[in-house]
């Protein structure tokens, strides 16, 4: 039977964040009806919310940069949340437009494997734990935003 690599992947990334839940089984339950399952931040992640438009542009500017962390979109709400590393401490309070929820919140998320309740995987967590640098992040939203070696010269 022929491999498919970004099927592959999407598994990996969904037995990530299932194993990122307090009760994996209970999430999986949840998204077998249809419903969206509520994973707390924390332990293995931390969440940096923005709106949908300013996170499309920052990952236009982050297109060069090393790879960033999974990111959640909703489309109803036009909000996207990022996944930064759960030791993050106030590297982000002065970012205007991002809002960092504190350890225990819930963030509603969809399977990796597809479009839920209006929420999809912008940037599908891939099973290796990748999660998006707090500097990197503050550097794209930031006022003159991250920039490519090539747009700096």
Known sequence: MPSHPALDLARGGQAWLLSCAPDPAAV?????????AAIPTGPYWRVAEAPLPRSLE?????????????VLADTSRAMAWWLLPPGLADELDDVAGLTVHPAGWELECPPVVRFLGGRWWAEAPDGTG???DPTLLAAAFGPGGYRREAETS
């Open 130 to 132: 990748q999660l998006t």
């Open 28 to 36: 999986q339950r949840a998204w077998d009806v249809g419903q969206l």
């Open 58 to 70: 920052a990952f236009r500017r982050m297109e060069a940069a090393p790879p960033h962390g999974p």
